[in-house]
Nanobody, 117 residues
Framework: QVQLVESGGGLVQPGEALRLSCAAS????????MGWYRQAPGKQRELVAI???????SYGNSVKGRFTISRDNAKNTIYLQMNSLKAEDTAVYYC???????????WGQGTQVTVSS
């Protein structure tokens, strides 16, 4: 099981930015995918962003154009740059890793992002 440690959450005002980090306990060089989901109170967990081993990315419709996912293989870390934050981005953000397509993902503990004036 891969251990994931998320950081970077916090309280910001609408329009501001945050960068989340997710550090893995093992090399992410050849993993199938890593990414972020989020869950707001009373809502289902939803996709935020995914990055694949070949560098392809995919984003949830609500964050396209505002959020950017990236990876640093040397640090075994992925990042989520969140710009132009909105109140509806408020949620617990969870990092996941799926080493192979056929494997169940491992999850981080989550980090709270609150966007409020």
């Amino acid at each position: 099981q891969v251990q994931l440690v998320e950081s970077g959450g916090g309280l910001v005002q609408p329009g501001e930015a945050l960068r989340l980090s997710c550090a893995a306990s093992e090399s992410i060089l050849s993993i199938y995918s890593m990414g972020w989901y989020r869950q707001a109170p009373g809502k289902q967990r939803e996709l935020v962003a995914i990055i694949f081993s070949d560098g392809r990315t995919s984003y949830g419709n609500s964050v396209k154009g505002r959020f950017t996912i990236s990876r640093d293989n040397a640090k075994n870390t992925i990042y989520l740059q969140m710009n132009s934050l909105k109140a509806e981005d408020t949620a617990v953000y969870y990092c996941y890793i799926r080493p192979e397509l056929y494997m169940a993902p491992d999850w981080g503990q989550g980090t709270q992002v609150t966007v409020s004036s």
